[in-house]
């Protein structure tokens, strides 16, 4: 039986074992699923080991394990290293799922005609790491697996893979390798493939204002009182320009200002615009001025609130004029930006334009570099391949607008390029309610990713 086939003929078994791991709530972010995100790493080093790894072990941190396991068949032979997270994020609000989040449904979609799976983390990132474990057992399943290969597969992506940076550090030797491939990206669609090779960087913030001491009666001090609501607002509403631009002092220093022809050459990718448009049911994109669409996500740094909360939320009203504000604020980074110096030129500029009326506190949570890797490397190469025999299509490279903080670190300390062959959409809703993942994406990214193997064994040896 050739691997392809295997796959076809396990499919069934393939997607029940996915569904099992997508039913763990394993919310990094949140403490109170704590025990959950534990059961998710025991499930991942056992289905390793079902996969045919020779070791596989859990890996403590100061917060959440890393599952590491390999299989090496011959040291002179090229090694991959597979990275990829098993923590979600959280699934809130859940009142705006179709379906609970954590009790997967496979539902046919435009998008998705074959059918694809309703789940927090189906598609970011459990769908997606999982296919490189059902890669690597169809491939031994076949005596087929043409290169050693290790896994390295976290738990605390989701709130910036803080430990991960210590362990990949103190483990070098273990995680020694000659590539290393991450599926935690998209494509531009199934007709149109395409591989990352472009991701922006992270810094993450959240602030609160405070005004008097205690909640007040919006009537009795409502005009003689700072409400921290208000000015809050009118704090984040000053953070942008007409144009768009974030107006934080030094926050453009260092970013990039490319060719004309490399930004031609960027546009040249698949878009349709009104098509983007008609999926998020907006009238008209917005965004940093003199940029398209492509652009703004690809190659400049963009700050947007992610949360705000304070006062009274509950059912009816209540006339107050509350004590607290506060809001989360992600900034996304290009290359050369240093996320803690970005987080710091946040921190400064946020509490210069406060009034005296109010106090401001500001806490970085987390953040990471941006990766742009080469095209021409022989892990590339072999994802092009891959892609190649997989789809009877030339690969096209993008740039994304999300964060994979390992990525850096992974080119800073290991001296590796990631090959970010991704398989998802962004129509695929991560970090939102209804996330689904395709399941035509997942069998076909099992199949390209046995062929990756092959060819990236071509490719090093040449």
């Known amino acids: ?58 890996c403590q941190t100061a917060g959440y394990p890393i599952v590491y396991g390999e299989k090496i068949i011959d040291p002179a032979l090229p090694t991959v290293l597979v990275y990829g997270h098993y923590d979600v994020q959280p699934a809130d609000p859940y009142e705006l799922w179709d379906s609970p989040p954590f009790e997967p449904v496979i539902k046919k979609t435009e998008r998705h005609p074959d059918g694809a799976i309703f789940a927090r983390g189906s598609a970011d990132d459990k769908g997606q790491f999982y296919m490189h ?22 738990g605390e992506e989701e709130v910036g893979s803080e430990n991960l940076d210590i362990f990949v550090k103190e483990n070098l030797e273990k995680l020694k390798a000659d590539v290393v491939i991450v599926s935690d990206t998209h494509m531009i669609s199934m007709e149109d493939p395409s591989v990352t090779v472009g991701l ?67 546009n040249k990718a698949p878009f349709d615009l009104e098509d983007y448009k008609k999926k998020l049911d907006i009238a008209e994109v917005s965004g940093e001025k003199g940029y398209t669409t492509i652009e ?47 987080a710091q030129l946040f921190e400064n500029h946020f509490k210069s334009i406060a009034p005296a009326s109010v106090k401001v506190k500001v806490i970085s949570h987390h953040g990471g570099a941006a990766a742009v890797v080469p095209t021409d490397s022989p892990g590339y190469r072999a994802a092009e391949g891959a892609i190649m025999e997989a789809f009877g299509k030339k690969a096209i490279p993008t740039r994304e607008g999300g964060s994979i903080p390992i990525c850096a670190l992974f080119q800073k300390v290991m001296g590796l390029d990631p090959i970010l062959l991704g398989f998802g959409l962004d129509t695929d809703a991560l970090h939102s309610p209804n996330e689904h993942y395709g399941l035509k994406n997942y069998f076909m990214g099992i199949e390209t990713i046995a062929l990756f193997f092959k060819h990236f064994k071509e490719q090093a040896t040449k």
């Open 200 to 266: 922006r960087g992270l810094a993450y913030m959240q602030v609160e204002v405070t005004g008097p001491n205690k909640d007040l009666h919006s009537g009795t001090f409502g005009g003689a009182v700072a409400n921290p609501i208000n000015t809050l607002c009118k704090m984040i509403a000053s953070l942008h320009d007409e144009n768009n631009h974030v107006t934080i002092p030094g926050f453009y220093d260092k970013v990039e200002e490319y060719s004309a022809a490399y930004r031609e050459e960027l």
């Open 1 to 58: 039986m050739s691997v392809k086939q295997y796959i076809q003929e396990n499919q069934d078994r393939f997607l029940n074992e996915l569904l099992d791991l997508l039913r763990i709530p394993s919310v990094s972010a949140d403490p109170k699923f704590k025990n959950d995100v534990f059961a998710a790493a025991d499930f991942v080093k056992e289905s390793l080991i079902k996969a045919g790894a020779d070791k596989a072990e859990i």
């Open 133 to 154: 474990v059902k890669a690597f057992e169809a491939m031994m399943a076949n005596n087929a697996l043409p290169c050693n290969i290790k896994f390295m597969i976290e």
């Open 296 to 342: 703004r996500v690809g190659i400049r740094p963009t700050l947007d609130v992610n949360g705000i909360w304070g006062g009274y939320t509950g059912e009816g009203a209540k006339t107050v004029l509350p004590s607290k504000a506060f809001a989360k604020i992600s900034m996304r980074l290009v290359p050369d930006q240093d996320h803690k110096e970005i």
